[in-house]
């Protein structure tokens, strides 16, 4: 008996210190968790200048290019962090994708865009910003460069951190001039590129929301106030797509595939508008099998836009890539230009090694430290649905050709947040429009205080404040910050 006491006192021993020991092994899984992306991060850095180092060969100046390379691949990450929920938020926000099959489609199509048509040549100066005839040195050029690389990637990191969607083009942008402007004196700076670059924060969101909201009254005007909502679907639905796939088609003749084929703006419209009448033509027996024993309510409806919104999101992360990974590797290939030929040049073609880290780079910012502002983006702005989503993710290519037309510099980021602004305000008119109706109808019931119409209150009035201080501060912010790194930089290069 007492041997057996013995043995269950040894047991409860046993299991108290093997609980103590899971709970141990636990919490340590809890605390490293957070470190887990930031150590994948670091390796995929040190490995883009083990990369560099590898590719460039033995020189004089390989080490400058391999903490370039560290840089650029920083900033990439950041990119794929930050610019890609614009693409992805909308339609995981309505539920049309889940965040694991949004990051592997935003991978998967990021890394195809930058490899397939991302630019060969870019602007040394990112776009035309500074003049590279006031830098003189080719070594003051190159610490010029390494300088706006790293600050708008640490501009980039902060925005990330804080949840708010920035332009990363506009980081680049604030990096090159401070930069610039510290190596060279304010005469450097092309002003009047940087006043259309200031008035694109104005216009972008605003062209972004006009047309998001314009198409969200479109369809409850035209389906969802409909008494046959899916009556009116069957005829209004293969429009809205045929309309999408036309802008997408003239979106990515114009932006996503300038390196494979040279179009006109006419040109690329009428790629558009062909393609656009044979998809709406084939939709219209596709939405009337799809719409088949639907019952008439909103929530049917959904079922309808879900298949273009995961397309769309596709397209637009082809088009970023292609686009948006010279803002990571543009001043890189600048930088290994420079030290292979030791002079300065307007153009600079990208190697591929360069792109890989950009390609790469993007992907590997999305997987470990996306869904954070994918969250932000398709959910905690304002609540979105797949009309709401397919109405954003419609203005963002619609923007981006008529800017093209009008010859404006816009930035996917303020367009996709602004076209998000625009739906939610609209919901916002639209709901009191119809309270002020249902009211006037029966003026007995009792009115809506002002406390309750605040609650109701569709868009989150703190993000706007977030976001909009984010975009004003980050051309000055990513400029002081560039112009600080420079003077060290040289400070340190002797």
Known sequence: MAHNDLDARHLDTLDRDLGRFSTLENATAYASRPLVAPGIALVFVL?????????FGQANNTMIVVVAAIFGAYMALNIGANDVANNMGPAVGANALTMGGAIIIAAVFETAGALIAGGDVVGTISRGII??????AEGVFVWAMMAALLASALWVNLATWIGAPVSTTHSVVGGVMGAGIAAAGFAAVNWPTMGMIAASWVV???????????????????????ADKIAAARVWVPVLIGIMAGAFAAYLALKGLSRLISLSFGQALLIGLGLGLAIWLAMIPVIRRQSQGLENRNKSLKVLFGIPLVISAALLSFAHGANDVANAVGPLAAIVQASATGGISEAVSIPLWVMLIGAFGLSFGLFLFGPKLIRMVGSQITKLNPMRAYCVSLSAALTVILASWLGLPVSSTHIAVGAIFGVGFFREWDAARRARAVQGMAPERPRTGPEERRRRKLVRRSHVLTIAAAWVVTVPAAAALSAAIFLGLRTLGG
Do not use: V
């Open 47 to 55: 490995l883009a200048g083990l990369g560099a180092a590898l590719a």
């Open 131 to 136: 003049d590279p005839a006031t830098i003189g």
């Open 204 to 226: 972008s969101p605003l062209l972004g929301g006009l047309i998001a909201a314009g198409f969200l009254w479109f369809i409850k005007a035209r389906i969802i106030y409909r």
